[in-house]
């Protein structure tokens, strides 16, 4: 009667007693190759933070202006557009009193807020366009300045996602109140 044998059930290394490839090794240049990555993550963590460039989602404006003074000048341009007034994220204050903790830089930025905002009128025409853009109410824009460059500030926001009326319409009030700002208020 003839057996059966489980090969499964064998060692790499009975497998390879046997005259099987035996244990697989790791190839050297994938190490090496992971080592250059690990190492080049580690340097990049040491970067300071460069501006971003503007995307399809998040929309970037560089501005020469302190940044005082584009806080100020954005808040100014929210109450001329008949808004009330921002409710404030002190964004930059958070990631420096957490960066003990958290194991980051506390100077990631050297100021950084985000104001957010309600346009009735803007958003029933956001989500009238598509119901789970009630994810982007209130609106917010980012200002916030980076170490190096005490002269220069930004100013970010995201873009709605959408092409119809509603997204048209938060996309102008978002690029308004940035110009704004930028000209002073």
Same mark, same amino acid.
């Given at each position: 009667?003839?057996?059966?044998?489980?090969?499964?059930?064998?060692?790499?290394?009975?497998?390879?007693?046997?005259?099987?490839?035996?244990?697989?090794?790791?190839?050297?240049?994938?190490? @090496?190759?992971?080592?250059?990555?690990?190492?080049?993550?580690?340097?990049?963590?040491?970067?300071?933070?460069?501006?971003?460039?503007?995307?399809?989602?998040?929309?970037?404006?560089?501005?020469?202006?302190?940044?005082?003074?584009?806080?100020?000048?954005?808040?100014?341009?929210?109450?001329?557009?008949? @808004?009330?007034?921002?409710?404030?994220?002190?964004?930059?204050?958070?990631?420096?009193?957490?960066?003990?903790?958290?194991?980051?830089?506390?100077?990631?930025?050297?100021?950084?807020?985000? @104001?957010?905002?309600?346009?009735?009128?803007?958003?029933?025409?956001?989500?009238?366009?598509?119901?789970?853009?009630?994810? @982007?109410?209130?609106?917010?824009?980012?200002?916030?300045?980076?170490?190096?460059?005490?002269?220069?500030?930004?100013?970010?926001?995201?873009?709605?996602?959408?092409?119809?009326?509603?997204?048209?319409?938060?996309?102008?009030?978002?690029?308004?109140?940035?110009?704004?700002?930028?000209?002073?208020?």
């Amino acid at each position: 009667m003839p057996t059966t044998h489980d090969t499964a059930s064998q060692s790499p290394t009975s497998h390879a007693a046997a005259g099987g490839p035996g244990p697989r090794r790791p190839h050297p240049f994938r190490q @090496l190759l992971a080592a250059a990555a690990l190492a080049l993550l580690a340097a990049c963590q040491q970067l300071p933070p460069q501006p971003p460039a503007a995307s399809a989602e998040i929309q970037v404006s560089a501005i020469d202006m302190p940044w005082e003074d584009l806080r100020l000048a954005l808040e100014d341009a929210i109450a001329a557009e008949g @808004l009330t007034a921002p409710t404030v994220s002190h964004f930059g204050d958070m990631l420096a009193r957490t960066a003990p903790d958290l194991g980051h830089r506390a100077d990631l930025y050297t100021h950084a807020e985000i @104001l957010s905002f309600c346009s009735v009128g803007v958003a029933a025409r956001l989500v009238t366009e598509a119901a789970e853009q009630i994810a @982007l109410c209130p609106l917010s824009i980012a200002v916030y300045a980076l170490p190096g460059n005490p002269g220069r500030s930004y100013l970010a926001y995201r873009r709605p996602p959408q092409t119809g009326a509603g997204s048209a319409a938060a996309e102008a009030l978002m690029r308004r109140l940035v110009k704004q700002a930028a000209e002073g208020g």
